[in-house]
């Protein structure tokens, strides 16, 4: 039976443990320990790869990296050379200590070593362990060990063919932030959870295969049915949906150098909307001929008809929200039920009182920072088991006493010669 | 089977593995993209997604993207079909207190209740959570809002372009010297999907442990700010502003990372050398070697710091090669490299989605049997589903009402007649 209630402060999914290996799933074990689970992640003695790479503090690359403090708050950190022998024994005997594996190497290297999931799957008390893996291609496949990054990644999966600009002499844009790995975490964790599920209903744990490339390629929205049902090929647009045929421009250069997004390019849903814009430019003397008649009858009778005219309507309120600065657009627009916004730069984000509101900013330390820092939290509110920032980003190795020898039974010199030997 | 235009046979998965949460329902009240794509997710996995819906909010989904635009139908759209696949329909009038009652029933009967709706919208339609409580003490709602439903800004609207915006990740997509690019399709309905999907598996998890239910409150603009903590990060300490690099990589600095013209129509090739091994192969392939001598290209740091001559002189090579096989000869050489792939040529010239079935067929009533995208994972004790394409509208209120709700045939037969339903 389950408890009546919990403690206010127990996440979600408090009581679960994980062992994260590898450098492709930081972002799914992070959802994971902010969630209330004890994730360890096992990194080798050198470091994983995300505290190599920048930005780092103060531009020193001898300081802490904060890519590495973005994708591992709440965890705990140990270091362990799995190649060698000691190294993984040890590897074999932390699975033993969890619910979850997220193994984010390559689809051979731990199997391999004789510590992947071909032989947990062979140990009978390791009958209840969820192996989640999380590579570039999936654990088979012709392209199963092609090398990729990110951008390859974003190439290869669709979404770089929709993104870009109008003239098509300009490449097709990557964003920037590496969404290969964020999108391909978010189904790793939905993936995990639900075989999670399956174990706790009694059925042994399992290997849950994801593949990056198809979670890339599961993301790129009509690209998909245009082609499968009409065979139209989707062509990337300035700052608006990527379409078969050129749409009218959504996003606008306002009077302050701000970007505007229009969606749809301003055209309003509904009567009100439309009476309080027209209303609005008239202020500005801005509305030209839009309070002709026929552009009502257009807008909301039969929407589908006379693209010139709409195309006319938008061209016009694009040029009137260029003559306004940005917020006001953004402001006055969300008034009027228009579902505009501004293209904000992220960190405009931090001081939005909005979010403030919602207590999304995590405050708390960052390692090489002297002053505590405001780390984008988690997009959902648990009303009763907090999702939150439970501790720090840990140091290279820092928990290795605590897991090692508090937890895993090792002595304190047994600890002390592996590390001598680099095996931790 | 084959599609016909494809150049690989169709698999679909086993289907004699179980579906990992069979025997959770949900009740669907999501629209557009947001919410439809979360509980696609749960439906694929097993999940039994009733969708409830009514001409009166309508999800506009069916409307988009018909298939035959000369013959009216709410079940035409296979954009619909995409998202809603594997869910069953029933309609219901909430307006009609038979109608408005069938939905409590089937709310007193599921785990999850789910919509994204406008931060308050799904309280005025007579949901507010107090009430769902009442109705079922054990239901985890979830809302997906652009805002959230907290906040003194929660009445604002969003659709995609606008939370991508707002959030940062427009402006961090294009290049340096032009306007932001931002995203050519509504990513954060699909995050914000991936990450409501989450949220419902975590509240299971939490129900189980602890018997309670809950409402998680979902925003998604921020889904965007979430995965933009290393600008936000960067602000705070090194007090640098946000800078668009277009196809570079600022971090590591490495070079070349670009996209280069190829032959062919508007074709490119992504290519990202990480160290000097694949550089000198770089070069061995695109027949450059005099680059590897050049002393403006001779490691990373100079590669970088004469990164637009770099990109010009590769650029000035691949423009003339077919973009698959320097692809292939690149990756046969160790180098990462990937063409920028069209949605034909992921879905008629990609051997390692066809290997892994990934774009499995299923039947539809009015548009036949069609590929669908896959889930992307592979689970070796249980499988997910591509069954069968969209509900039709309503498609299922028989089956819902009577073999779910207890519904007898007379009184079946009366909500239809009174348009309960």
Same mark, same amino acid.
């Given at each position: 039976?389950?408890?009546?209630?919990?403690?206010?402060?127990?996440?979600?999914?408090?009581?679960?443990?994980?062992?994260?290996?590898?450098?492709?799933?930081?972002?799914?074990?992070?959802?994971?320990?902010?969630?209330?689970?004890?994730?360890?992640?096992?990194?080798?003695?050198?470091?994983?790869?995300?505290?190599?790479?920048?930005?780092?503090?103060?531009?020193?690359?001898?300081?802490?990296?904060?890519?590495?403090?973005?994708?591992?708050?709440?965890?705990?950190?140990?270091?362990?050379?799995?190649?060698?022998?000691?190294?993984?024994?040890?590897?074999?005997?932390?699975?033993?200590?969890?619910?979850?594996?997220?193994?984010?190497?390559?689809?051979?290297?731990?199997?391999?070593?004789?510590?992947?999931?071909?032989?947990?799957?062979?140990?009978?008390?390791?009958?209840?362990?969820?192996?989640?893996?999380?590579?570039? @291609?999936?654990?088979?496949?012709?392209?199963?060990?092609?090398?990729?990054? =990110?951008?390859?990644?974003?190439?290869?999966?669709?979404?770089?063919?929709?993104?870009?600009?109008?003239?098509?002499?300009?490449?097709?844009?990557?964003?920037?932030?590496?969404?290969?790995?964020?999108?391909?975490?978010?189904?790793?964790?939905?993936?995990?959870?639900?075989?999670?599920?399956?174990?706790?209903?009694?059925?042994?744990?399992?290997?849950?295969?994801?593949?990056?490339?198809?979670?890339?390629?599961?993301?790129?929205?009509?690209?998909?049915?245009?082609?499968?049902?009409?065979?139209?090929?989707?062509?990337?647009?300035?700052?608006?949906?990527?379409?078969?045929?050129?749409?009218?421009?959504?996003?606008?250069?306002?009077?302050?150098?701000?970007?505007?997004?229009?969606?749809?390019?301003?055209?309003?849903?509904?009567?009100?909307?439309?009476?309080?814009?027209?209303?609005?430019?008239?202020?500005?003397?801005?509305?030209?001929?839009?309070?002709?008649?026929?552009?009502?009858?257009?807008? @909301?009778? =039969?929407?589908?008809?006379?693209?010139?005219?709409?195309?006319?309507?938008?061209?016009?309120?694009?040029?009137?929200?260029?003559?306004?600065?940005?917020?006001?657009?953004?402001?006055?627009?969300?008034?009027?039920?228009?579902?505009?916004?501004?293209?904000?730069?992220?960190?405009?984000?931090?001081?939005?009182?909005?979010?403030?509101?919602?207590?999304?900013?995590?405050?708390?330390?960052?390692?090489?920072?002297?002053?505590?820092?405001?780390?984008?939290?988690?997009?959902?509110?648990?009303?009763?088991?907090?999702?939150?920032?439970?501790?720090?980003?840990?140091?290279?190795?820092?928990?290795?006493?605590?897991?090692?020898?508090?937890?895993?039974?090792?002595?304190?010199?047994?600890?002390?010669?592996?590390?001598?030997?680099?095996?931790? | &089977?084959?599609?016909?235009?494809?150049?690989?046979?169709?698999?679909?998965?086993?289907?004699?593995?179980?579906?990992?949460?069979?025997?959770?329902?949900?009740?669907?009240?999501?629209?557009?993209?947001?919410?439809?794509?979360?509980?696609?997710?749960?439906?694929?996995?097993?999940?039994?997604?009733?969708?409830?819906?009514?001409?009166?909010?309508?999800?506009?989904?069916?409307?988009?993207?018909?298939?035959?635009?000369?013959?009216?139908?709410?079940?035409?759209?296979?954009?619909?079909?995409?998202?809603?696949?594997?869910?069953?329909?029933?309609?219901?009038?909430?307006?009609?207190?038979?109608?408005?009652?069938?939905?409590?029933?089937?709310?007193?009967?599921?785990?999850?209740?789910? /919509?994204?709706?406008?931060?308050?919208?799904?309280?005025?339609?007579?949901?507010?959570? /107090?009430?769902?409580?009442?109705?079922?003490?054990?239901?985890?709602?979830?809302?997906?809002?652009?805002?959230?439903?907290?906040?003194?800004?929660?009445?604002?609207?969003?659709?995609?372009?606008?939370?991508?915006?707002?959030?940062?990740?427009?402006?961090?997509?294009?290049?340096?010297?032009?306007?932001?690019?931002?995203?050519?399709?509504?990513?954060?309905?699909?995050?914000?999907?991936?990450?409501?999907?989450?949220?419902?598996?975590?509240?299971?998890?939490?129900?189980?442990?602890?018997?309670?239910?809950?409402?998680?409150?979902?925003?998604?603009?921020?889904?965007?700010?979430?995965?933009?903590?290393?600008?936000?990060?960067?602000?705070?300490?090194?007090?640098?502003?946000?800078?668009?690099?277009?196809?570079?990589?600022?971090?590591?600095?490495?070079?070349?990372?670009?996209?280069?013209?190829?032959?062919?129509?508007?074709?490119?090739?992504?290519?990202?050398?990480?160290?000097?091994?694949?550089?000198?192969?770089?070069?061995?392939?695109?027949?450059?070697?005099?680059?590897?001598?050049?002393?403006?290209?001779? =490691? &990373?740091?100079?590669?970088?710091?004469?990164?637009?001559?770099?990109?010009?002189?590769?650029?000035?090579?691949?423009?003339?090669?077919?973009?698959?096989?320097? &692809?292939?000869?690149?990756?046969?050489?160790?180098?990462?490299?990937?063409?920028?792939?069209?949605?034909?040529?992921?879905?008629?010239?990609?051997?390692?989605?066809?290997?892994?079935?990934?774009?499995?067929?299923?039947?539809?009533?009015?548009?036949?049997?069609?590929?669908?995208?896959?889930?992307?994972?592979?689970?070796?004790?249980?499988?997910?589903?591509?069954?069968?394409?969209?509900?039709?509208?309503?498609?299922?209120?028989?089956?819902?009402?009577?073999?779910?709700?207890?519904?007898?045939?007379?009184?079946?037969?009366?909500?239809?007649?009174?348009?309960?339903?």
């Amino acid at each position: 039976m389950p408890n009546s209630s919990s403690a206010p402060h127990e996440g979600p999914l408090e009581g679960l443990r994980v062992l994260e290996i590898g450098d492709l799933g930081e972002v799914a074990g992070k959802l994971l320990a902010d969630a209330g689970a004890d994730v360890i992640r096992l990194e080798p003695p050198g470091g994983g790869r995300s505290r190599h790479v920048g930005p780092f503090v103060d531009d020193d690359p001898g300081q802490p990296s904060l890519l590495h403090a973005s994708r591992n708050t709440s965890k705990r950190a140990v270091t362990l050379d799995v190649t060698q022998t000691a190294g993984l024994a040890i590897w074999q005997r932390l699975v033993g200590l969890v619910d979850v594996v997220i193994d984010a190497t390559t689809p051979t290297f731990l199997d391999n070593l004789g510590g992947g999931w071909q032989w947990a799957e062979g140990q009978s008390d390791l009958r209840d362990c969820v192996w989640c893996s999380i590579t570039p @291609f999936g654990r088979t496949g012709p392209r199963r060990d092609w090398v990729v990054n =990110d951008l390859v990644q974003l190439a290869l999966g669709g979404p770089m063919m929709s993104n870009g600009y109008d003239d098509h002499q300009l490449p097709p844009i990557r964003p920037d932030g590496e969404h290969s790995i964020a999108v391909s975490n978010e189904y790793a964790v939905s993936g995990l959870l639900a075989a999670l599920w399956m174990r706790n209903a009694g059925h042994p744990g399992q290997l849950v295969d994801v593949s990056i490339h198809e979670a890339v390629s599961a993301t790129t929205e009509g690209a998909f049915p245009n082609w499968e049902y009409f065979g139209r090929l989707v062509q990337r647009q300035t700052g608006r949906h990527s379409s078969p045929a050129p749409t009218a421009p959504w996003q606008h250069l306002a009077a302050d150098d701000e970007h505007v997004c229009l969606i749809n390019g301003g055209l309003p849903r509904g009567g009100a909307s439309w009476t309080g814009l027209l209303d609005w430019m008239d202020e500005y003397d801005a509305a030209a001929d839009l309070r002709d008649p026929q552009y009502q009858e257009l807008l @909301f009778r =039969d929407p589908r008809s006379n693209p010139e005219g709409r195309l006319h309507v938008a061209r016009t309120i694009g040029d009137f929200v260029q003559r306004l600065p940005a917020d006001e657009v953004y402001r006055r627009g969300q008034s009027l039920h228009f579902a505009w916004g501004t293209v904000r730069r992220p960190e405009e984000n931090l001081d939005d009182p909005h979010w403030a509101d919602r207590d999304f900013f995590w405050e708390g330390a960052c390692p090489g920072v002297d002053q505590p820092v405001r780390y984008p939290g988690a997009p959902y509110r648990f009303t009763r088991s907090p999702v939150r920032l439970r501790r720090r980003p840990a140091l290279l190795g820092e928990h290795n006493h605590e897991v090692y020898v508090g937890e895993l039974g090792l002595t304190i010199a047994e600890l002390r010669e592996h590390l001598e030997a680099g095996v931790v | &089977m084959r599609l016909k235009g494809c150049a690989y046979p169709v698999t679909n998965m086993p289907s004699n593995l179980p579906l990992p949460l069979d025997g959770i329902r949900v009740t669907d009240f999501s629209w557009i993209v947001a919410g439809p794509q979360a509980t696609r997710i749960l439906a694929d996995l097993g999940a039994d997604v009733v969708k409830v819906e009514n001409e009166s909010y309508l999800d506009s989904m069916r409307i988009g993207l018909k298939q035959d635009a000369d013959n009216p139908s709410l079940n035409q759209s296979g954009f619909h079909s995409s998202l809603s696949r594997n869910k069953r329909s029933i309609t219901a009038n909430l307006f009609h207190p038979k109608g408005r009652e069938a939905v409590e029933r089937l709310l007193a009967v599921s785990d999850v209740v789910i /919509e994204n709706y406008s931060a308050g919208a799904f309280a005025r339609m007579g949901f507010p959570w /107090e009430h769902l409580q009442e109705i079922n003490p054990s239901l985890i709602y979830v809302s997906v809002s652009g805002f959230g439903h907290v906040g003194r800004d929660a009445s604002y609207g969003t659709w995609g372009p606008t939370a991508q915006a707002v959030s940062g990740a427009t402006a961090m997509s294009g290049l340096p010297d032009q306007p932001p690019a931002g995203w050519g399709f509504s990513y954060l309905d699909h995050s914000a999907g991936y990450y409501a999907a989450i949220a419902v598996l975590m509240a299971l998890h939490h129900r189980a442990r602890t018997g309670e239910a809950q409402h998680v409150d979902m925003s998604q603009i921020e889904t965007g700010m979430a995965v933009s903590a290393v600008p936000m990060l960067d602000y705070q300490v090194n007090g640098r502003t946000y800078e668009r690099i277009g196809n570079r990589s600022r971090h590591p600095a490495t070079a070349p990372h670009n996209t280069y013209r190829c032959a062919g129509d508007d074709r490119w090739i992504a290519i990202a050398v990480d160290d000097e091994a694949q550089w000198a192969s770089l070069c061995d392939v695109l027949g450059l070697d005099a680059l590897c001598d050049d002393p403006r290209f001779v =490691d &990373m740091t100079t590669r970088k710091a004469h990164e637009d001559e770099l990109d010009e002189a590769i650029a000035a090579v691949t423009c003339e090669r077919d973009p698959f096989d320097l &692809m292939l000869e690149l990756q046969g050489r160790g180098v990462p490299a990937g063409v920028c792939q069209r949605t034909d040529d992921k879905q008629e010239r990609d051997p390692q989605l066809a290997e892994r079935g990934f774009y499995p067929t299923a039947p539809h009533a009015e548009l036949g049997e069609h590929r669908y995208e896959g889930l992307p994972m592979q689970f070796s004790g249980a499988r997910w589903r591509m069954d069968r394409g969209a509900p039709l509208i309503g498609e299922h209120n028989h089956a819902v009402l009577t073999e779910l709700l207890g519904y007898d045939e007379e009184e079946f037969a009366s909500m239809v007649s009174e348009l309960a339903i």
